[in-house]
């Protein structure tokens, strides 16, 4: 199978969505890693019951989605469409690929590197702005919500409009001063 770069010359690459069929992520983000392209597909573990049985399984953060890192150009997008299970390209009404701010790409990357217990989140939270002070999330900004005895903050990909959440004690979280510049994000994300 003949290897496709995910990066010119230039270094020109961005983050996109690609839709998947149902449950096809796994087999799609392998192809795109023998394509030779960048993938994130974040995965979470979760407990299912069937017949009456507990099991433990590994689940898409993002069902029906995988993110792939390439240079925009005509034939990268048609071999990321020809690989299993890939459905489309994330984008505008002109076909163009929607890009994701790669600083929510590393937020999810440290997220799922914790390996702290994800979840899926309904929808986009309504809680206040709040920043992680320490822990190995030290930095990473979102949303506190709190449900019965329980505080959880939660991440929006913009693109998606979904969301995940992790759980975590209150006191290891602080209101943000004034929004954070571009330096002032980079280096809360790049101390990973």
């Known amino acids: 199978m003949p290897q496709f770069s995910s990066k010119d010359a230039n270094n020109v690459t961005s983050w996109s969505a690609i839709g998947t069929r149902a449950n096809f992520e796994a087999r799609t983000a392998t192809d795109l890693q023998n394509l030779g392209f960048e993938v994130f597909y974040p995965r979470t573990n979760e407990v299912h019951e069937w017949n009456n049985r507990m099991r433990k399984v590994t689940a898409p953060l993002f069902p029906g989605y995988v993110f792939v890192r390439f240079e925009p150009t005509g034939i990268n997008q048609l071999n990321i469409l020809q690989a299993r299970g890939a459905k489309s390209i994330v984008g505008d009404s002109r076909g163009n690929p929607q890009i994701i701010d790669p600083l929510q790409i590393q937020v999810l990357q440290r997220l799922v590197d914790s390996g702290l217990l994800l979840s899926r989140h309904p929808q986009q939270a309504s809680g206040e702005r709040t ?18 005895n329980e505080s959880r903050l939660v991440v ?10 992790v759980r975590l004690r209150p006191q290891d979280t602080e209101v943000p001063g004034p929004a954070s510049t571009e330096l002032d994000r980079q280096i809360a994300w790049s101390s990973r």
């Open 156 to 165: 929006t990909l913009d693109l998606l409009g979904q969301s995940v959440s």
């Open 131 to 148: 920043r992680i002070k320490s822990g190995v999330l030290r930095g990473i900004e979102g949303r506190l919500i709190r449900h019965r």
